[in-house]
């Protein structure tokens, strides 16, 4: 259902029917209503898709973040249909004889001004400052960085580079769903074209191994490396 509806229902007393009753329901109703506008019989299943997807509020999740998402959903449709161009989603991206997936800007992958951002632990403290300083300096020059951004020094860096108007591109371990959005803060930056994520594809749910931390980071040496 690419054009869908987001409902926040409360559910004031017990009843004996299912949940389905009320939703076929609804649509009905609505089906009715846009008959009377068109002017003749309409279907609810010429509007709608069959069966719905119901998440409940439980303990662990916010009422007003859940509320915040369905209010901001229109003017996150509203920015990829005004910037397309930094929302592209591309399943096989191919990187050196192999595809990944991609979302986001794909024109930061082509620009040649790509650096990859690693911490590796052979680092003395003064090696480690000087390739911050060196990173965030080239950042703010307009230079691309390339990381799946790990540590927390790493988060850090990226921290501070986007703050000086740096463009990144993200490299993660799992597949986009099929309904794939990127998180608020990542929405942000692919408006503003300065954001693309590429996966390695892996099933969603995938625990991020050390085997999987050396793939990102060698992905990412070699994004550096395509003009």
Known sequence: MPDHVHLLLQVLFGSDKHLDFYIDSLKERIAAKYSEIKGKDILDEEIFEVGYCDKPLYDNRSLDGLFQYIRVNPHRLAMRMQFPKFFQRVRKLRIADKDYEAYGNLFLFRNPDKEAVKISRKFTQEEKQQKINHWLCEAARGTI????????????????????????????????????????????????????????????????SRQHCLQMNTLAEIICMQT
């Open 145 to 208: 960085l390339v990381s799946p951004f790990i540590s927390r020094e790493e988060k850090e860096i990226r921290k501070e580079a986007e703050n000086l108007g740096a463009k990144i591109i993200l490299i993660t371990h799992e597949a986009f769903p099929d309904r794939f959005k990127p998180s608020a803060h990542d929405f942000d930056l692919c408006t503003e074209g300065r954001l693309l994520i590429i996966s390695l594809g892996l099933p969603v749910g995938t625990s991020l």
